[in-house]
């Protein structure tokens, strides 16, 4: 998958922005290149745990990404305090098995590693994230 650097800055000011808690949000494209972020709002019992997007502002972005002509390639959270490889948690809500999902750790909050993965049916699998200069 590639993001340009300006998508990435989004992504990282995003899960930035909203620790103590998890951050979500959704990377709409085409085949394997990012075209649009959009961050979402975390409306989990336990933000700073887990993320469950809110369900009216999931609706109105698939929408968009439709109506754009674009697909949904990939899901990004982030991680406060572990490193970014998918939780066992993250594997049972890994619903979309023909999205990516991207996993920020701000364990070292000064240098945020990123990193995407498939999950297909439990299984783990990296895959790589090409960032490009924009």
């Given at each position: 998958m590639y993001i340009t650097t300006t998508q990435y800055n989004i992504i990282i000011n995003h899960v930035k922005k909203e620790t103590p808690n998890e951050a979500c949000g959704v990377l709409a494209g085409k085949?394997?290149?990012?075209?649009?972020?959009?961050?979402?709002?975390?409306?989990?019992?336990?933000?700073?745990?887990?993320?469950?997007?809110?369900?009216?502002e999931q609706f109105?972005?698939?929408?968009?990404?439709?109506?754009?002509?674009?697909?949904?390639?990939?899901?990004?959270?982030?991680?406060l305090e572990t490193e970014a490889y998918p939780s066992a948690h993250d594997?049972?809500?890994?619903?979309?098995?023909?999205?990516?999902?991207?996993?920020?750790?701000?364990?070292?909050?000064?240098?945020?590693?990123?990193?995407?993965?498939k999950i297909?049916?439990?299984k783990i699998t990296e895959e790589e994230l090409k960032i490009v200069y924009s």
């Open positions: 085949d394997e290149e990012v075209k649009k972020v959009y961050p979402m709002t975390n409306t989990s019992d336990r933000p700073e745990l887990c993320y469950f997007m809110e369900p009216k109105a972005v698939m929408k968009e990404i439709r109506n754009s002509g674009l697909e949904m390639v990939s899901i990004y959270h982030s991680h594997v049972e809500l890994a619903y979309y098995q023909d999205v990516s999902y991207v996993i920020v750790s701000l364990k070292d909050k000064d240098n945020p590693s990123i990193r995407s993965f297909i049916e439990g």
